[in-house]
């Protein structure tokens, strides 16, 4: 493997009060069009964001000036994922956040509850320019609120699966137990349902899923920034495969990589390139190959390090783990198949957490 090219979103002077450019999504459609998106905002504040999305048509040389898709109910904006639904026809899963006392922070570590937060769903019919009226994405039984983690994952027999995370409601003062899951929709996103949970350990904090979707159509393999939260101690990222497209869950394993994953990509050939970042010196991201479904990699490329300092700390309680991921500067990896041997991967990187920009680097498998 290696770097053919670096490249970022450059900023849109129109939304300069937003320093901060970060978790972003970035699309390949048909087209050949880049569709991103992505939260701007104050990082360390929590309290003081939103989110837009813009595309390139030359392959991330230049970009249309930012937008916003679409409007959500009174509130906070809080991200998009977009995936391909073939010809010029997108699909969007767009997160929402109580807005209406913006003083509160997003998290309340006296609770370890969550503001409320929802899920849309929206139809692009011409590359991401214009959307449908949101539709509420249905993830009953699960009344919490639901973070989303990632793109929408379409599968062989048809369904596409929407990627969240359950956290609790504030007031609610029973013990917190972290939950992964998806939901399924059959049809495009008019109906949603079929919830099924990935994870859900007391005491273990599996968090950020990264799952993608093998060449068979049908296995998932999802990866986890994990914290063992009886021992305050952040472990090896870990994983958990399905063989039925998301229905049932095998054990857990530990892929030996400390740091935090990013979004993987399967590959043709069946292998998966994986991505993850370690901040315990500087922040460092890494891309591997594995022949064994994460089990073990037997390539690795480092597409960033700059020398920032110690970001995360192994040892820590989950209270201080949300502390800290507000100092991030340099988060949230991904990788996107560009097909003929080529992968992208992108981030967000900047000497602060309130001065960033999305930056992507283009890769030769070789």
């Not at 493997?1 to 937003?18: A, C, H, K, L």
């Not at 591997?288 to 960033?304: H, I, M, N, Q």
């Amino acid at each position: 493997m290696r770097v053919t090219e670096y490249g970022f979103i450059p900023r849109d002077e129109r939304f300069s009060q937003y320093g901060s450019n970060a978790f972003p999504c970035i699309t390949l459609l048909p087209s050949g069009r880049w569709l991103a998106s992505f939260k701007i905002g104050e990082k360390k504040t929590s309290t003081v964001f939103d989110a837009v999305m813009t595309y390139s048509d030359d392959q991330g040389k230049t970009w249309s000036p930012w937008y916003y898709p679409v409007k959500l109910p009174e509130g906070m904006r809080m991200m998009y994922y977009t995936c391909s639904l073939g010809g010029s026809r997108v699909l969007m899963t767009a997160n929402w956040m109580d807005g209406s006392q913006p003083e509160r922070p997003m998290y309340d570590p006296e609770q370890e509850s969550l503001k409320n937060t929802k899920i849309y769903c929206s139809i692009s019919e011409d590359d991401g320019e214009s959307w449908s009226e949101p539709k509420l994405v249905d993830t009953s039984p699960v009344r919490d609120p639901v973070p989303l983690t990632g793109v929408p994952l379409k599968l062989a027999d048809g369904r596409i699966l929407c990627q969240f995370e359950i956290n609790k409601h504030q007031g609610d003062t029973s013990k917190w137990v972290h939950r992964s899951a998806f939901a399924a929709t059959a049809d495009e996103g008019k109906t949603w349902g079929d919830v099924s949970i990935v994870t859900c350990v007391p005491d273990m904090y599996y968090w950020d899923q990264r799952p993608c979707v093998l060449s068979d159509g049908m296995t998932i393999v999802d990866f986890f920034w994990t914290l063992d939260g009886s021992k305050n101690t952040y472990l090896n990222i870990h994983g958990r495969e399905s063989r039925d497209g998301g229905r049932s869950w095998g054990d857990f394993f530990d892929t030996g990589i400390y740091g935090q994953p990013g979004t993987p990509a399967g590959l043709a050939d069946g292998g998966i390139a994986c991505i993850d970042i370690d901040r315990r010196v500087n922040p460092v991201i890494t891309v591997r190959l594995s022949r064994d479904r994460g089990r073990t990699f037997d390539a690795s490329l480092e597409v960033y390090e700059k020398p920032l300092g110690r970001q995360d700390s192994r040892q820590m309680s989950m209270n201080e783990a949300w502390d800290e991921m507000a100092k991030f500067s340099v988060g949230h990896p991904n990788l996107l198949d560009l097909g003929d041997g080529e992968l992208l991967a992108y981030w967000y990187a900047g000497d602060h957490c309130d001065d960033t920009l999305i930056e992507f680097a283009r890769i030769t498998l070789g």
